[in-house]
């Protein structure tokens, strides 16, 4: 892979990033921010914050993608800062964790700044506020890694503690702790279908289920420090940036490794992403380089080579680069690939095997395909012999050839000895029917005595012709799962007409309910579904339909009914909900309403948050978001009452209050620092009062002061 255009800065590159106007953010060691024209590499804007990072193995700086706001660690990382970066002042500094800050983000709506710690701990500040907003659930040791899903609904803590905690941002609640690593896990990032990338510092990989929380899949072929993580838009591809300059790629359907030396680079890579618009891997490294590679390099060659029918040397030149495998002109080789074996199948079954080896000509060369061709005439070397014993009524014979070459059951001549088959096996169910008719039954299947398959399907008709009426009764009566079980017991069932019949009414149950669903019609759907349920083949992927659908209509019949409540306690659990246009509207509105109430938060002005949120107040799946509104609005009123060094026993009494309504939060430690500073003579012990907790707030517990 030979990159297609790059940049060289004196300083290792932290942190990229393409921000919301298309410009290209570039970060050095040094805190040297500089946007860039994504295409031309040229400066157009930046600027010093002259803050010398020393290690950034982890996310010493993070950007909003509007880029207004940024965030860094202190030279000595005693504190989190977070800048505005027009006038590029400091908003605020954040230090209270016990130990060195680890890392830092900002979520993709740009609402927080997260400060991570070697303490275990991350805190979440409210940008706009420059607050302490929440905290995260706690690690018991350093935070390495934090990631935020493409939806903004989830947030992902990695830690040296070996675990990674899952946090659902939009229900303000601790989802899951992932325990599989057996050390420390050091780089994470969300892939699409809710799914989880952890890599720890033994090089294993892990690609887990974030609802269930098992692992989907071990990743192979990790035999470096990976310092980088990146999914591309698509969902389609994970690339891994290493220590040594390795640059991975695996496959995101398959998990498979596609390479495992895609890119190598001489310099440890510092930055991986991806400009989806050209299809750009754009690496960062150590060095100070910026290199951009086309993922797809090399796919007008392809063309070039597909049009002078020059198969040998596509093959040759895929080695260069495993994804243009994923290309259209790729794939148009392999259709062509496929079209030509199985013509070249045909003139081998019409034995004119000169056509078929002129037919291989063009992939002769290629290993690959020469080994499979050479398979398939040596498959079909006796044909012509199967062919014969067919023709002379030789049945016995003709099926042991076929059953020693499996080519030939695809052939005309072995269909139609097969139809053969069902009309005899047929003609032989009905008159087993009849007592009297056995003897005739086993005239018609006498030719077939002989071959295994057909003599135990043979035996089981003669001795269970009862099974045989039950299950026609079944089908009669539309009671599918009876017939199935019926099938399941008895396998020779398979064999009546009657068991293609069901197969092919219920592919035409399910093309019928896809159809209706397109068209919005969901209860012809479910109709269809209701029958199909009892069909094994689709039974599971029919009970998330139905699930699907059925938590949809509630949904929409909520929406029309105007039950906000039921609308978002439903909406808060499903991500498939989120992305309907009800869903983000919805989404919208709160997080609107959550703006303004936290603008009253800043103020203590319990009243406004009341009035800005009062619709939410009976939604149980938003009370945890609400509490800790609330919660933060009573910190700034115990914050104030210390400001204006308000009587010690009336804030004691606040701090009671509050350890109360939300037990012994990071808030409520922190401000009791700066209280007891203070008011150095309390006697106050935090350990000793009664906790209450988060999880438990209700919106009865609302009070206009904490100090009361």
């Not at 020693?404 to 005899?424: C, G, T």
Request: charged share 25%; with cysteine.
């Amino acid at each position: 892979m030979k990159f297609i255009k790059s940049k060289n800065f004196k300083e290792p590159i932290i942190l990229t990033k393409i921000l919301d106007d298309g410009s290209l953010l570039v970060v050095d060691s040094k805190t040297t921010i500089r946007y860039l024209d994504k295409e031309t590499l040229e400066l157009i804007d930046g600027f010093k914050v002259n803050i010398n990072h020393l290690r950034y193995k982890s996310s010493v700086v993070a950007f909003s993608s509007d880029g207004k706001v940024f965030s860094s660690l202190s030279s000595d990382c005693k504190e989190a800062r977070l800048y505005n970066a027009k006038t590029k002042k400091i908003i605020m500094k954040f230090d209270r964790h016990h130990g060195e800050v680890s890392s830092v983000g900002i979520d993709i709506d740009n609402k927080y700044m997260f400060s991570c710690g070697d303490d275990g701990k991350t805190f979440a500040i409210d940008i706009k506020s420059g607050k302490l907003s929440f905290t995260l659930p706690v690690h018991i040791d350093t935070v390495n890694d934090i990631a935020f899903s493409s939806n903004g609904n989830w947030i992902a803590t990695a830690s040296y503690d070996r675990r990674i905690s899952i946090f659902n941002l939009s229900m303000m609640k601790p989802k899951h702790k992932l325990k599989a690593h057996n050390s420390p896990v050091m780089k994470i990032a969300f892939i699409g279908l809710n799914r989880l990338f952890s890599v720890d510092k033994d090089s294993k990989g892990i690609i887990w289920n974030i609802y269930s929380a098992k692992v989907i899949k071990r990743l192979e072929g990790i035999h470096d420090d990976v310092t980088q993580v990146l999914v591309t838009p698509d969902n389609k591809f994970l690339f891994l940036g290493t220590a040594l300059g390795y640059i991975l790629v695996y496959d995101l359907i398959t998990y498979k490794l596609l390479s495992g030396r895609y890119i190598k680079l001489k310099s440890s890579i510092t930055s991986l992403i991806f400009d989806k618009e050209n299809n750009h891997l754009i690496i960062a490294c150590n060095s100070g380089d910026l290199l951009f590679y086309n993922i797809y390099e090399g796919e007008n060659h392809l063309k070039a080579l597909l049009k002078d029918k020059r198969y040998e040397e596509i093959h040759s030149y895929i080695e260069n680069n495993p994804l243009l495998v994923y290309t259209k002109v790729y794939i148009l080789v392999s259709n062509l690939w496929e079209n030509t074996l199985k013509k070249a199948i045909v003139y081998l079954q019409k034995s004119d095997k000169k056509t078929a080896v002129s037919l291989f000509s063009h992939f002769k060369n290629i290993p690959s395909k020469n080994k499979i061709m050479q398979e398939v005439i040596a498959e079909y070397e006796e044909y012509d012999k199967f062919v014969a014993l067919a023709k002379q009524g030789k049945i016995v014979l003709a099926y042991g050839l076929a059953n020693v070459h499996s080519a030939y059951k695809e052939s005309p001549i072995y269909k139609l000895l097969e139809a053969r088959w069902k009309k005899a096996f047929a003609m032989a169910q009905k008159y087993s029917l009849d007592p009297k008719g056995v003897e005739k039954a086993r005239e018609i299947l006498a030719p077939y005595r002989g071959i295994s398959d057909k003599t135990r399907l043979m035996q089981e008709l003669f001795s269970q012709g009862e099974v045989y009426k039950r299950f026609r009764v079944a089908i009669g009566q539309k009671d599918f799962k009876i017939a199935f079980e019926l099938i399941k017991l008895h396998p020779f069932l398979k064999e009546f007409p009657e068991y293609i019949t069901i197969l092919h009414y219920g592919d035409t149950l399910y093309i019928k309910s896809q159809e209706f669903l397109k068209t919005g019609d969901t209860h012809s759907a479910i109709k269809m579904l209701r029958i199909l349920i009892d069909f094994p083949d689709f039974t599971p992927e029919v009970k998330e339909l139905m699930l699907d659908i059925e938590s949809k209509q509630k949904f929409f019949k909520a929406i029309k009914d105007e039950d906000i409540i039921l609308s978002y306690n439903m909406l808060d659990i499903s991500d498939d909900l989120q992305a309907t246009d009800d869903g983000k509207r919805l989404q919208q509105q709160w997080n609107d309403d959550l703006s303004v109430a936290n603008s009253f938060a800043i103020d203590g002005d319990i009243s406004g948050i009341e009035e800005t949120l009062n619709t939410y107040m009976a939604i149980n799946s938003k009370y945890m978001s609400l509490g800790s509104v609330f919660g933060w609005c009573y910190m700034i009123q115990l914050e104030n009452a210390v400001k204006k060094k308000i009587d010690k026993a009336i804030i004691e009494n606040g701090i009671k209050n509050y350890i109360l309504n939300f037990g012994l939060q990071d808030q409520i430690l922190s401000f009791y620092e700066i209280f007891i500073k203070r008011y150095p003579d309390s006697k106050l012990n935090l350990e000793l009062l009664t906790q209450g907790s988060l999880s438990m707030w209700r919106p009865s517990m609302i009070v206009d002061s904490i100090l009361d």
